[in-house]
């Protein structure tokens, strides 16, 4: 099981050392398929676009939550 707090500081790291190209929305996007494969369940089945749409970067890292955690 992963939190939100946890993913959110795992995500704050990222954003760090992110590429200065990428918005907030897209690091995390990238980050989150990266490493747990659900973003673009996010994306296209719930229509949660954070990568194009920073104002939904909350609900985005709601719904991964949820799905990681459906995986486990």
């Known amino acids: ?5 946890q993913l959110t500081a795992e995500l704050d790291k990222f954003l760090e050392e992110k590429p200065k190209t990428w918005r907030k929305g897209q690091a995390i996007f990238n980050y989150v ?11 296209f089945r719930y229509g949660i ?24």
């Not at 099981?1 to 707090?5: A, L, Y």
């Not at 676009?49 to 486990?72: G, R, T």
């Open 33 to 43: 398929d990266m490493k747990y494969n659900v973003a673009r369940e996010a994306q």
């Open 1 to 5: 099981m992963i939190t939100k707090q």
């Open 49 to 72: 676009d954070c990568f194009y749409n920073d104002e939904k970067i909350d609900a985005f890292i709601d719904k991964c939550v949820e799905l990681i955690n459906q995986q486990n």
